[in-house]
């Protein structure tokens, strides 16, 4: 149901700020706009640890004379962000969602991927709820709630970046920064009913990012429509000498290729990730084959294929993920054991249990499972997958969790470091969202926008709004 | 780890050399949780077996391309 605000709120990224830009709307009026949407409602939602609700008006205001001075326009010119609270920002504390960082002063610089989108005219709004250091939750045992699926807030809203996916989701923002290190930022984009992309490791700056994992951790752009997050991603990507895997590859446009369609792509679709090796929903494998089915009415050539078991991926992944976050918590495990939160403490002890050789040997089989994805993938444009294989659980059932946290198909793409985009295809008989993810070759982001774009352009899924 | 079955005086000296002593302590059961699934995920990895299969690295000498 249309309440009065959602009009403006919900206006995609690239509409507000051609808005803003032509004068049509000022910063301010949007930025009030959204300040006063979050006061009324993330009360149920608990997206936001910190609003920024004096300074984004101040930023707003300059940001409106900018336009009257004439002084050049960045892309994002007067648009309101949001961070999950793992990002650094001058001026405030990175909590990480955790007591262990709850009394951190605040830090001195942005992060790369913050200096970026401030460059680029966007606005700082707030820090987003997370799960403890992206790795615990949902978690009922911290300083803060979890934040809560705006389709039902009885249900989990995916996670890590879960305050990032539910912001945007409910209008609170038009957009915001997760990170992926198993699946973070596509995991609430999935549950939340947006567009969350893992770029190719590498594209995207980490620096000033807490970490979880060294090599698996993405940081990565969530927005509600495909364009719009083509275009936060052309602020955040580039070399960054500060950050060990950045690569220093030709940065594309990424909107470039957005309403080229798909005809005469070749796209393959693995199916045996959830109707073999994990048995997905019905609802969601329906789902799944209706999207596949419109991508080859609007032209795609659509071949399936076979890779390795998704639980190959998905135990090299894991092995990696918590030996590396166990490395990096050692020290706080063994002083301060009783602040991080049960399910924070259930994920990363097992890193304490795995041996030198485990690691290696889970590094070698990496590199074997990603050479092989990428020879299999070779001639296509672009793969379709499934990204989670339930719709959103409920958030507060132990039993649930346990079963279906890990019942996804996101994580392979972590440990092969390829682009990854989870995009809305639906919604259950509950009205809780669906998606699949378009995964294509390392560096081929602008090739998952246009496919994505396409299927967005041919259906209204992204049109539909949560009643608040 | 040799012999992945680990009995209960021998888990609380690792978790101890480990430095999570207060952890077993308070929790002797969470540790014992995260002993087991550590060492069942690594029976479950498929381990290459030609010791020529290297690593992939996170450091490559021009920036990881």
């Known amino acids: 149901m249309s309440r009065p605000g959602d009009d403006l709120a919900y206006l995609s990224l690239v509409e507000v700020a051609a808005r803003i830009r032509n004068g049509e709307l000022s910063s301010v009026t949007y930025a009030q706009c959204l300040l006063d949407r979050i006061a009324a409602h993330d009360g149920q939602f608990d997206s936001f640890l910190r609003v920024l609700a004096e300074s984004v008006l101040q930023e707003a205001a300059a940001a409106d004379q900018a336009l009257l001075d004439g002084a050049p326009l960045g892309p994002l010119h007067g648009m309101p962000f949001g961070l999950k609270d793992i990002i650094d920002a001058a001026g405030l504390p990175t909590t990480a969602h955790s007591q262990i960082l709850a009394q951190q002063p605040p830090k001195q610089d942005d992060a790369a991927v913050t200096k970026r989108l401030r460059a680029a005219g966007g606005i700082l709004l707030g820090k987003m709820a997370t799960h403890e250091f992206a790795l615990g939750g949902p978690s009922f045992d911290l300083p803060w709630p979890p934040a809560r699926n705006p389709w039902n807030r009885e249900r989990f809203p995916g996670g890590s970046s879960s305050g990032s996916g539910v912001a945007v989701a409910a209008g609170f923002l038009p957009m915001a920064l997760g990170t992926d290190t198993g699946g973070s930022v596509r995991n609430p984009a999935t549950a939340c009913g947006i567009v969350g992309m893992k770029a190719t490791y590498g594209r995207v700056s980490r620096q000033g990012v807490v970490p979880l994992s060294y090599s698996l951790d993405h940081v990565g752009p969530m927005t509600r429509t495909v364009a719009d997050n083509a275009l936060m991603l052309n602020a955040l990507a580039g070399h960054d000498p500060a950050d060990p895997a950045s690569a220093d590859v030709p940065v594309p446009d990424f909107t470039a290729q957005l309403g080229q369609g798909v005809e005469g792509l070749r796209i393959g679709v693995i199916r045996h990730f959830h109707n073999r090796d994990m048995i997905a929903d019905p609802v969601v494998a329906k789902a799944i084959e209706d999207a596949v089915r419109l991508l080859d009415e609007l032209g795609a050539e659509v071949v399936e294929i076979e890779t390795e078991p998704l639980a190959a991926y998905s135990t090299c992944n894991r092995i990696i993920l918590v030996s590396e976050a166990y490395a990096i918590h050692r020290h706080w495990l063994a002083e301060r054991p009783d602040e991080y939160s049960a399910s924070f403490l259930e994920r990363v002890l097992p890193g304490a249990f795995l041996t030198a050789d485990d690691y290696v040997d889970a590094l070698r089989l990496r590199r074997r499972l990603t050479a092989g994805f990428n020879r299999t993938i070779r001639d296509l444009d672009g793969v379709v997958v499934a990204s989670s294989m339930d719709p959103p659980f409920v958030i507060d059932d132990a039993a649930e969790i346990a079963l279906k946290y890990s019942r996804q198909a996101r994580a392979p793409f972590n440990l092969t470091g390829n682009p990854a985009l989870s995009l809305p295809i639906g919604f259950d008989g509950d009205g809780l969202p669906l998606a699949m993810q378009i995964v294509a070759g390392n560096f081929q982001e602008a090739m998952i926008y246009r496919i994505a774009a396409a299927y967005e352009a041919a259906t209204e899924w992204h049109n539909r709004r949560p009643s608040l | ?65």
């Open chain 2, 1 to 65: 780890m040799s012999g992945d079955k680990l009995d209960e005086m021998a888990l609380q000296q690792l978790a101890r050399q480990l430095g999570l002593g207060t952890l077993y302590d308070a929790q002797p059961q969470l540790l014992r949780q995260a002993y087991d699934g550590a060492r069942a995920m690594a029976q479950r990895l498929r381990r290459p077996e030609d010791i020529a299969e290297e690593p992939g690295h996170i450091f490559q000498a021009d920036n990881n391309v």
